[in-house]
């Protein structure tokens, strides 16, 4: 089955910095990305996703790249706020057709620095 | 708010007993899905149902078990409770099978 590894595990980054995170999969069928932000306490929130066919996409702050031939997708923020503090994960799509099972990777604890 | 909502927000029960969590997908979602996430399995995907019929399993235990009415809400149904099912138990939903997923605000299960 599919498996999916995030890194590192807590980044703590000076308000303004960029910051990455990184994930790799196992399935080469896997065609969907998403990335979820998580507060404490609160829901995951899908902030951005990629699909297989896409190298990279952006939405302001936030930018993800995939590398299909390496199995690996990055998660990229830039101009880092105090509230982009949280866990954020990534997840990779396992299926086809109306199947859509989503692991997850084991998140990352950022910490922006004001 | 994403639209989707469960209920309870916080259960506490006793080892052995049945608890079930409820889910009302957004609407116009055909597909529901279970997670649950805990401090040292993080978020796993438990079940998924779309549009009444089970499309996807992943590590759900047999004491657990879940379904989809005909108005798609959906139910998890948790047996013979254990310490180790305490967790946090997210839903979500999406328009169809391939498309991205919509969590609810979760339902915290403590077992004592």
């Known amino acids: 089955g599919e498996n999916v590894e995030q890194h590192p595990s807590t980044l703590s980054v000076q308000e303004g910095d960029s910051a990455v995170i990184k994930c790799t999969y196992s399935?080469?069928?896997?065609?969907?990305f998403p990335w979820y932000k998580q507060e404490l306490g609160k829901r995951p929130q899908l902030i951005i996703d990629?699909?297989?066919?896409?190298g990279e996409k952006k939405d302001q702050r936030i930018a993800v790249t995939l590398n299909k031939t390496a199995k690996h997708f990055s998660l990229h923020i830039t101009e880092t706020q105090p509230e982009d503090s949280a866990v954020y994960f990534c997840a990779a799509r396992q299926g086809g057709g109306a199947t859509n099972k989503l692991i997850f990777g084991t998140g990352t604890l950022l910490a922006v620095q004001p | 708010d994403s639209g989707v909502t469960q209920t309870p927000k916080h259960l506490i029960t006793a080892t052995g007993q049945r608890v079930t969590l409820r889910c009302s997908p957004r609407s116009g979602d055909l597909s529901v899905y279970w997670y649950q996430q805990s401090l040292d399995q993080g978020l796993q995907f438990l079940i998924q149902?779309?549009?009444?019929?089970?499309?996807a399993k992943g590590n759900i235990l047999e004491r657990f078990s879940a379904q989809q009415f005909p108005d798609l809400h959906s139910e998890l149904n948790l047996s013979s409770l254990e310490l180790g099912d305490s967790a946090l138990y997210f839903c979500a939903s999406s328009v169809g099978g391939g498309a991205e997923q919509y969590f609810g605000p979760g339902t915290r299960l403590t077992v004592t």
């Open positions: 149902y779309y549009n009444g019929e089970e499309r």
């Open positions: 399935d080469s069928a896997s065609n969907y």
């Open positions: 990629i699909r297989s066919n896409v």
